[in-house]
């Protein structure tokens, strides 16, 4: 995050940012639950550029033994970006930042799932960031929670998060590349819109705390509109579901 360069405005004089939403709009977002046979549950998003998969295994023993917890399970989560997700080739495996990803990712879902249910097991969750354009680990948290209800898992709720941030002295949500990149802050935020629990807060840059109420206010709305497109994502992952079995029946039947 630095300063604007001065070709580049994020916000025009009519308050329109530069992919030509307001400041409280988020990207176009779409969910697709139980796309990967293999994995125990799966999920499949777009947001805005941004592209990611989703895959649940578990609760399966856990490895190494030394970390299995004999109260309940525990959630690992690795997080990734593929070096064709960004314009300057990411090198490939783990670095500090997909390690912090992958563990406030990781504390996040612990706080969902109801880990005492199932002692001494992992719950794997693997993110794969395909293409990147800002606000990939909330994008990746919105997934993984997806994947572990297409799994079965049971939880308290899903987890929609998303970022808002500072650009040009404005609170925006929701921010794309330019704006992380040029902006002046950046706060993503997982939250349970029932409760109002936070699962995830982060800050990177400084906001005033008047700017901090409404980055709260724009966040609560999008986290609302986040988990209306989850729960759609598995109302079709499950009637899809339905509608084989019911074909299966009647195969049966004529057989
Ligand atoms: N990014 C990149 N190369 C990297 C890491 C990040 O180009 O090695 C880009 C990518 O578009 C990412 C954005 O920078 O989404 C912002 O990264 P940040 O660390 O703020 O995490 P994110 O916003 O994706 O959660």
Redesign the pocket.
Known sequence: MSGTPSDIKLIDENGIRIDGRKADEMRPLKIEAGVLKRADGSAYLEWGKNKVIAAVYGPRECHPRHMQNPAKAIVQCKYN?MSFS???R?RPGPDR?SIEISKIISEALENVVFTENFPRTSIDVYIEVLQ???????AGLTAASVALADAGIPMKDLVPAV?VGKAEGQIVLDLN?EE?NFGSA?L?IAMIPRTGEVLLMQMDGHMTMEEVEIALGYAKKACQEIYEVQKDALRRRYAAQAGAVDEDDSSDEEA
Do not use: H, I, L, Q
């Open positions: 970006m960004v314009s300057d990411k930042r990147a354009n800002a606000g990939t680990r909330v970022a590349k992380d950046d993503p």
